[in-house]
């Protein structure tokens, strides 16, 4: 049963059991209409409690139906309210801990609420790119009032049951209950079952007016504030349509518009993107060989090793969670720096009033610097943040293996080595494994876990559980060259050089890539990285991989020692202490220079080339990717440009984008691209996996 029923002194309690949240899947909504159906049949029944079982009264409409009939299946969410709502007998929804989306719309159908204190209210459709489609948008505005409701509706952020029950003329609660829900909400039960026995009418939220002093004026500045923040998606504006609605339309018209405009977002590519990522940040800690239940080693205390840029960063990750981290370095005056950037960190967020300052003194006191291997023996996990060079790498990583407990987990952060060879410095390469943090570590979500091939599978188990604690979207990669985002981002960079030899600046490309949404274009990224980076990281391919091609034009930058801000000038100038981007005379005349050097007559290459050119690039390295079991599965490889890499969130990443534009346009796209006789051999060869999806008319997600 997805919801069970029972009957407690003349009450029918229909507790939602559909683990983990109470999803309002199709079997649930027919259970319940089943048991109020039973309830009213019962003369012996005067009321009814409606309640959810395990940690939620409901999470809403069952995501995982989305996109199956069952969905709509009668009775569908909007039956099922109607039939609680028109019950003849009191219905009590008995509230707890998550109450949202269609939850809190089904409670909201019912006669009467009564909640604990501490439960999460919310309306979050909108971060799926929808609006509440059950009769959100119309009831909400007719129990907290249009202000606070819109609010809801648009942030789709919860609020505390306790906050909104002390709303002065809210009827959103009837009662908070003190103590325990179940006693509190059969007695109330019991009581409006008796005061209703005797014919007295049933109060329906439909039959409250939705009033606002100043509709049209508050409605203009309620579209004005969405339409500054919504930038690129549609849903919140249409959450102010039906809102507006419920004040000036009736009842069952505003329902009829909700439901319009509900199903007009189902099918924008702003929705399907934002439920694909609702999804994939999920599906991301699914390891297919790994089961859900593998034990998982307890992480008491961890060690960072390296106390610079990474391994600070790192370290206020697990100070943010409560954890003790020991932070060593080699010498006192990098270890004072290291603990001092971590206390500027800090302090720059006491100052913004983000942080409080005790809670500031109290994550700084589970810190403890030394200098020595014997203050890490007793930490469950060690990560390394150490010089990008394997021979320091192996240097530290012996040492681990000596000082580190057994069982101890041991991590590096590198963004390119291979973890394998790291594993092999040590006897337990059983309990290696990458741990690859973005810059700022304390900031970027996105956290690359790489499975070496002695990686244990509950020492995964135990990391993956380990990123949820401190807040992290881990994404499971294998060993390769660049991992996932940063062996994509190679081929992205070398393509963005082509486009210079082929005619364009820096700022058209960085322009046309940011006007589709990337926060920021390759060459600001590359500025702001440092080009040092990339350059070091070419000198080193062009040994292993002599016959890949680069346009020139990075190189000759970095021969400039124009590294970027840092330097104060890269791809683009910088007036000092600032950070906007100037185009560069000088640069732009390098390029012109470089042209004549390689014989290219320079051409106007359009918005729309230069963006399928860079995004298609990452397109066909991740069908290489994801055919190689590098990564696991398409929505991993979006989870990893969506926020590492500033791909734009309502376009939900580059595979995703991809089927949005059909692959066999996005193949034919890049075999037109592959006719440029300039562009470097094989580049826009498709990778097999895509030429097979195209050929069966199948697509990434
Ligand atoms: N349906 C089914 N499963 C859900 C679910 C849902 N609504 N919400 C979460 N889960 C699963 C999730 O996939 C994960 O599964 C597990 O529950 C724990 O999630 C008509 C159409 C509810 C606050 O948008 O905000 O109603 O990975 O890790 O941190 O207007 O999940 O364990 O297998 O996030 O305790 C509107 C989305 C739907 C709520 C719990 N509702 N969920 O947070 O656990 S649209 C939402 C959340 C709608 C109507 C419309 C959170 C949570 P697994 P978790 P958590």
Redesign the pocket.
């Known amino acids: 049963m997805s919801a069970r029923y029972e009957v407690r002194d003349g009450i029918a309690v229909i507790t939602l059991d559909n683990p983990?949240?109470n999803?309002?899947?199709h079997a649930t909504r027919s259970d319940v209409a089943a048991g109020v159906a039973r309830a009213e049949a019962d003369a012996a029944v005067k009321a009814v409690v409606l309640t959810g079982a395990g940690?939620?009264f409901s999470?809403?409409?069952?995501?995982?139906e989305f996109g199956s009939p069952k969905a709509a299946a009668e009775p569908n969410?909007g039956t099922l309210i109607k039939v609680v709502d028109g019950c003849s007998k009191p219905v009590v929804a008995a509230i707890h801990s998550?109450c949202?989306?269609?939850?809190l719309?089904l409670a909201l159908g019912c006669h009467y609420r009564v909640a604990v204190a501490g439960a999460?209210i919310?309306?979050?459709?909108v971060?799926?790119g929808?609006?509440?489609?059950?009769g959100?948008t119309q009831r909400l505005p007719r129990v907290l009032g249009v202000e606070t409701a819109l609010n809801m509706i648009v942030s789709g952020e919860?609020v505390k049951s306790e906050l909104l029950a002390m709303q002065p003329g809210q009827r959103l609660f009837d009662q908070l209950i003190e103590g325990d829900l179940m006693t509190g909400a059969l007695a109330f039960a019991a009581d409006v079952g008796a005061r209703h026995a005797g014919g007295a009418p049933l109060p329906r939220v439909r039959s409250l007016p939705a009033t606002d002093p100043n509709p049209d004026g508050y409605f203009q500045f309620a579209r004005n504030t969405v339409k500054a923040m919504a930038k690129n998606f549609p849903a919140p504006a249409r959450c102010v349509d039906a809102v507006e609605a419920s004040v000036k339309r009736s009842f069952e018209d505003g329902m009829a518009y909700e439901r319009e405009l509900?199903m007009a977002l189902m099918f924008t590519p702003e929705s399907k993107a934002l439920r694909h990522a609702?999804?994939g940040e999920?599906a991301a800690?699914?390891i297919p060989d790994v089961p859900e239940d593998t034990p998982v080693r307890k992480i008491a205390k961890v060690a960072v090793i390296g106390a610079g840029t990474m391994g600070g960063g790192i370290s206020m990750n697990f100070l943010n969670a409560g954890i003790p981290v020991v932070i060593l370095e080699t010498r006192q005056d990098a270890l004072d720096r290291g603990l001092a950037t971590i206390a500027r960190n800090y302090e720059s967020q006491v100052k913004k009033g983000k942080l409080k300052s005790d809670v500031y003194q109290q994550r700084m006191s589970l810190l403890t610097p030394t200098l020595s291997y014997d203050d890490i023996k007793d930490a469950d996990l060690v990560i390394e943040a150490v010089f990008e060079e394997m021979g320091v790498k192996e240097t530290v990583f012996k040492k681990l293996d000596q000082a580190a407990k057994p069982g101890a987990i041991l991590a590096t952060n590198t963004s390119t080595l291979n973890v394998d060879t790291i594993a092999s410095f040590t006897r337990r390469p059983a309990d290696v494994v990458g741990l690859h943090f973005f810059s700022p570590a304390n900031v970027m979500k996105l956290l690359e876990v790489v499975r070496g091939k002695a990686t244990a599978k509950d020492v995964l188990a135990t990391v993956m559980a380990m990123a949820k604690v401190i807040k992290k979207t881990a994404v499971v990669s294998g060993v390769c060259d660049g991992f996932i985002g940063n062996r994509m981002v190679e081929q992205y960079i070398r393509q963005s050089g082509f486009l210079l030899d082929e005619g364009c600046t820096p700022s058209q490309v960085d322009r046309a890539i940011e006007k589709f949404g990337f926060a920021m274009g390759p060459f600001r990224m590359s500025d702001l990285a440092g080009n040092d980076i990339g350059w070091a990281i070419r000198k080193r391919r062009a040994v292993e991989f002599p016959n890949i091609r680069y346009s020139k034009t990075a190189d000759l930058l970095c021969e400039k020692g124009r590294f970027g801000q840092k330097t104060g000038a890269g791809w683009y100038d910088y007036k000092a202490g600032q950070r906007d981007a100037i185009a560069s005379a000088e640069v732009e005349q390098m390029i012109v220079d470089y042209r004549k050097t390689i014989g290219r007559a320079p051409r106007k290459v359009g918005e729309e080339e230069i963006v399928q050119r860079l995004v298609y690039s990452l397109v066909n390295e991740a069908a290489r990717i994801l055919e190689e079991g590098i990564a696991n599965k398409a929505s991993d490889i979006d989870m990893v440009y969506l926020t590492g890499y500033g791909f734009p969130l309502f376009r939900g990443g580059p595979l995703c984008y991809a089927d949005s534009q059909g692959l066999f346009n996005v193949v034919r796209a890049m075999q037109h691209f592959g006719l440029n006789p300039h562009d470097d051999a094989g580049f826009w060869q498709p990778a097999p996996l895509l030429a097979r999806l195209v050929a069966e008319g199948k697509s990434f997600t």
Not at 122 to 125: H, T, V, W, Y
């Open positions: 983990p949240v999803g309002l899947g940690k939620a999470g809403g409409a069952d995501i995982r969410l998550v949202m989306g269609g939850g719309e999460s919310a309306l979050p459709e971060k799926l929808l609006l509440p489609g059950a959100g919860p509900f609702f999804f999920r800690s699914k």
